[in-house]
């Protein structure tokens, strides 16, 4: 199962920042944060990933609280293509004993509008 | 780097046919997965290689199901005797050995059982 709660679905007005919020209250102390993105009818796209330290990179910002326990993917200025599912996963590093698998939870869906 | 790719892109076929779908993965990326994707829902874990190894496999992955990865390189799933509830997009993701580490996907395979 999951181990990240994310609202069902969220809209935002294009030009403005995005704000996509989830909760991983059960994260361990090792655990990774990734976010990805799926446009319809594609693949999973990689956003950005924190173990505890907020990161930034060309697509998104990523905040994550001190105690861990919840994080926030803020895209500055949302667009139109910026429409997607948007998956939070928390993920153990990889190792020669963990597989690294990914496990998908039903993910926001962002609806930028104009 | 062109990515991980996947052919076909799309599958139609009648039921109880078999289907073969291929994934090139990011060259010298050591670990291979596979997923399944039903419509409304995230990807779900299939199973997992590094280099040609199959490490694990999830109880998803029925006695029909087999995926292979031949030298470690590009890699294989078979299904046998389809079911129209096999009927999926198929996601194949890859990713280096660095702990830290995002896996990136392909485009999916798109099954149709009719």
């Known amino acids: 199962d999951a181990k990240t709660t994310q609202p069902t679905s969220m809209d935002c007005a294009e030009g403005r920042a995005a704000n996509l919020p989830c909760n991983h209250s059960t994260i361990s102390g090792n655990e990774y944060v990734y976010w990805y993105r799926q446009i319809h009818s594609q693949g999973p796209q990689y956003i950005i990933h924190g173990l505890k330290n907020n990161e930034t990179n060309e697509m998104a910002s990523l905040i994550i609280t001190e105690d861990r326990k919840s994080s926030t993917l803020i895209l500055p200025h949302a667009t139109l293509r910026d429409t997607a599912v948007y998956y939070c996963?928390?993920?153990?590093?990889?190792?020669?004993?963990?597989?690294?698998?990914?496990?998908f939870g039903q993910g926001t869906t962002l609806q930028v509008k104009p | 780097d062109t990515g991980v790719s996947q052919d076909p892109r799309h599958k139609i076929t009648k039921r109880g046919q078999n289907v073969t779908f291929r994934c090139d993965p990011i060259?010298?990326?050591?670990?291979l997965y596979w997923y399944r994707q039903t419509l409304g829902q995230g990807p779900e874990f299939l199973t997992y290689?590094?280099?040609?190894?199959?490490?694990?496999k999830s109880r998803l992955l029925s006695d029909r199901f087999s995926a292979e990865r031949p030298k470690g390189s590009f890699s294989t799933l078979e299904i046998q005797r389809t079911e129209q509830g096999d009927s999926a997009m198929y996601l194949c993701?890859?990713?280096?050995?660095?702990?830290?580490?995002?896996?990136?996907f392909g485009q999916g395979t798109r099954l149709t059982v009719v």
């Open positions: 060259s010298e990326h050591n670990r």
């Open positions: 996963i928390v993920r153990v590093p990889l190792s020669s004993s963990n597989t690294g698998k990914l496990i």
């Open positions: 993701a890859s990713s280096s050995y660095r702990e830290n580490t995002e896996a990136f």
């Open positions: 290689f590094q280099n040609e190894a199959q490490l694990e």
